[in-house]
């Protein structure tokens, strides 16, 4: 009897690392090394006019929300209305980072299904996606008026998730009003 | 019959080309091997079980483009590895770094076989100190 305690001791604890690992939710998602840095400084030119660029200091002395996301990325589409009615509900300034895409795709893309974005910047080479440490679209960042990023999400945004973890990092409730 | 055996033959013989940037990057052999060495030793974060040497995704390229810029800029290893941890977390490194945070990543094994070791002396130990001709297995 006594010779099988252990085993089953040490069994178990590999069944509590089982299950940890797989409550952890999408295998995908790293914990992000930008939380609680400061963004990414970045200077691009916006997706719609060429010669107005867009920086790190655009988001400044506001919660924003900065959303990577391109044409090609289905879920991106999967999220889009979600992100329209962000916008129409004045949650949060949006701005988009266009990830690699085509700009005339991208400009039609908004045109056709709406554009929840004060502004996109149009990252063609993907040099600043790398900087932010963007490796699948959609991905939102969510940054404090400080300029400091406080949450990053992987994969669609939709109401739940928005509640439950952007809505509750930001002072004052954000929305809501 | 002859025809079929030589076009199944030759259909054998034929091998998936994988072309991911075949292509040298640098002339000196030596910076070559060594951004071969650090791109095989870069996790794609796309497709997180190929590192950005066999993937074609667009990020792995982005990636190998800026590897192939550092290293054309004379920065060391260290720095190409910081520069891809700041950015993506320790996780991008497929040989992870000797720090505070992964040092159990290295130490593990060696405790892991230490203690197995330690295990396996005392019931050995045990085992011998039983009388000869009691081989059952009554007691542990």
Redesign the interface.
């Known amino acids: 009897m006594n010779r099988f305690v252990w085993p089953l001791i040490a069994v178990a604890g590999l069944l509590v690392f089982l299950v940890m690992g797989l409550r952890h939710g999408d295998p995908r998602a790293l914990p992000s090394p930008f939380i609680g840095k400061p963004a990414p400084e970045f200077e691009l030119p916006t997706l719609k006019i060429p010669e107005v660029s867009i920086g790190t200091e655009t988001f400044a002395g506001d919660y924003a929300l900065v959303n990577v996301w391109a044409t090609w990325c289905v879920m991106c589409r999967a999220e889009h209305p979600f992100l329209l009615e962000l916008a129409a509900a004045r949650a949060i300034p949006i701005y988009g980072i266009n990830w690699r895409d085509s700009r005339v795709e991208a400009i039609r893309w908004l045109d056709d299904l709406g554009d929840p974005y004060l502004a996109s910047a149009y990252d063609a080479d993907g040099r600043v996606g790398i900087d932010w440490g963007v490796y699948g679209a959609p991905e939102t960042f969510l940054v404090d008026p400080e300029g400091t990023v406080i949450y990053k999400h992987l994969g669609p945004l939709d109401p739940v998730i928005w509640q439950r973890e952007f809505v509750a990092r930001m002072s004052g409730g954000g929305q809501a009003e | 019959m002859k025809r079929l055996l030589v076009l199944i033959v030759t259909t054998l013989l034929v091998s998936t080309a994988f072309a991911i940037d075949k292509g040298k990057k640098f002339d000196d052999p030596e910076l070559q091997a060594r951004y071969e060495r650090l791109i095989s030793e870069v996790r794609c974060?796309?497709c997180?079980n190929q590192s950005i040497k066999d993937s074609n995704v667009?990020?792995a390229a982005?990636?190998r483009r800026?590897i192939a810029r550092m290293i054309e800029e004379g920065q060391t290893d260290d720095q190409i590895a910081e520069f891809l941890?700041?950015?993506?977390?320790e996780?991008a490194l497929y040989r992870p770094r000797t720090t505070g945070k992964t040092l159990v990543l290295w130490v593990a094994p060696f405790l892991l076989v230490l203690f197995g070791g330690f295990a396996l002396m005392r019931v050995v130990k045990h085992r011998m100190s039983l009388p000869i001709g009691d081989d059952s297995m009554k007691?542990?």
Do not use: I, K, W
């Open positions: 974060l796309q997180q667009t990020l982005d990636l800026e941890v700041v950015r993506y977390g996780f007691e542990g």
